[in-house]
């Protein structure tokens, strides 16, 4: 899965790939052109790029769950224990422009961070 919203990282997504792999790009560009080595490792090693779009889900998809069900299990997905293993710290949305160069840099060794949205948070 690529998330950056950079050529960069797209391409250095397909370099990382397996024969065979699948890139899930998420990002979104806009109107930007994006340039990708499409000539080079990219058909001798069978590779796929495939979109996600975030806004609905693929009309294939969207016979198998109604929208109740995917929240349903998106929320006991977010229960789940085997999660915590993963947030190895949390700061409050207010902490944000202190704490986001510091995990930029490694100064806060991160996993996944999250964000917790505190009342005094809400209308920032």
């Known amino acids: 899965m690529h998330a950056s919203a950079t050529e960069a990282g797209l391409a250095r997504s397909l370099e ?53 069900d995917r929240l349903a299990l998106a929320l006991d997905l977010l229960a789940d224990p085997a999660l915590d293993a993963l947030v190895t710290g949390e700061s409050a949305f207010g902490e944000l422009p202190d704490v986001l160069p510091r995990l930029a840099s490694g100064g806060i060794p991160a996993l996944c961070h999250r964000i917790r949205y505190d009342g005094a948070d809400a209308g920032a």
């Open 16 to 68: 990382l790939l397996r024969p065979e792999g699948t890139v899930l790009e998420l990002s979104w560009y806009g109107d930007r052109t994006v340039t990708l080595p499409l000539g080079e490792a990219f058909h001798s090693r069978r590779l796929t790029l495939r979109s996600s779009q975030v806004g609905t889900v693929s009309p294939a998809r969207a016979t198998t769950r109604t929208y109740a």
